[in-house]
């Protein structure tokens, strides 16, 4: 399998932590999505995704999927250990739930192809979209988050779930914009445990081929 | 079970859209998101569901469901007649990948907390945002969805999936912001594909109790 990638993509990191969890390994190849803004846009790239969005999980049939939450639920079908989706329904629809609303509430409205809009069509200056990023990150995202997880020691008890696998680089991210989320003791809790597995230190984008 | 439901919510829509292929019916109680903002804000919708977003499904059990998408996830696994997911691990990867680029990639982009945000702290005029609508609802949206889709009839062939539910609702929200999907004729066929079935007519928009 082909990982089309970026290093500091918390989109393709979550893919990048379910695989290592699943003890999966597959050639990475690098999206530059700022050094080389067009690397998105070029026609090969196009032609596997027509979002030009990374990531996408080429597999070995040549069939290519997208959208991180999609090759998640992919991997857990045919590689099934260990479950990141749990099998009860409820504890399913809430570890859903926490993934979405990090991939749906908060990660959208950070992620570069958004705040370069802010920036070229509406002309805001970095302290504006700053404010931005930290408002969707905290209010309606990582506040309610705190408010729905365990934290025992991971989002929903002993056993890694696809929330941790998305809340991890969500916590990056946040670190990243300067955005302070030690008031949310939970949310430091699980991001503790999972910093001590192996698989999430793997994913890391500083270890990375592509981290600059 | 209680559906907690907006009329208007294209995330709602999804739900309804949902219940009804399965047959299933619900208490609807509106939280009226934009004659009655704070409704969202209120202590005890808090509590049900800690982001103030609608739709959330209460359970008889008591226990809260929040997320389009989990809470659809939810319901195939419960009420698997018929299946919104497909079984075939590739198939079920595609199918999501429609339904999270409505759900990431568009969606969170218009839905009235951010465009609200774009019109009081950014004093941006309504022309603006109406590009800023156009902009994310096409490019990389439904253009590309457009490309990933069959049409024969519906997104992945003779049963709707995942992919229709989120569809549809994300039509209406381009009609309703001016945004015209003419030119991408795969889409076209299946809204009116859909607009056939009685469970996608029951759950529009303008049959709620709550409609204006």
Not at 118 to 141: M, N, Y
Request: glycine share 4%; hydrophobic share 45%.
């Amino acid at each position: 399998m082909i990982l089309y990638d970026y290093f500091r993509s918390s989109a393709a990191y979550r893919v990048r932590i379910a695989l290592a969890l699943k003890g999966l390994s597959v050639k990475h190849e690098p999206i530059r999505l700022r050094r080389d803004a067009s690397a998105q846009r070029r026609p090969e790239y196009l032609a596997k995704n027509p979002q030009g969005l990374v990531p996408a999980l080429e597999l070995d049939s040549g069939a290519v999927l997208t959208q991180s939450l999609a090759i998640i639920d992919y991997l857990d079908a045919v590689y099934p250990e260990p479950r990141l989706v749990p099998a009860e329904p409820i504890l399913a629809a809430r570890a859903r739930a926490v993934a979405l609303t990090i991939a749906c509430d908060i990660h959208p409205l950070n992620n570069v192809r958004v705040t370069s809009y802010l920036e070229t069509e509406f002309e805001l200056r970095e302290e504006r979209i700053d404010a931005w990023r930290r408002h969707w990150i905290l209010e309606g995202g990582l506040e309610a988050i705190e408010q729905s997880i365990e934290a025992a020691p991971f989002c929903f008890g002993q056993a890694v779930t696809m929330a941790d696998v998305c809340l991890v680089p969500q916590l990056y991210n946040a670190r990243r914009f300067g955005v302070c989320f030690a008031h949310l003791p939970k949310i430091v809790a699980v991001d503790a445990a999972c910093a001590d597995l192996p698989a999430f230190q793997a994913a890391h984008p500083s270890r990375q081929i592509d981290a600059e």
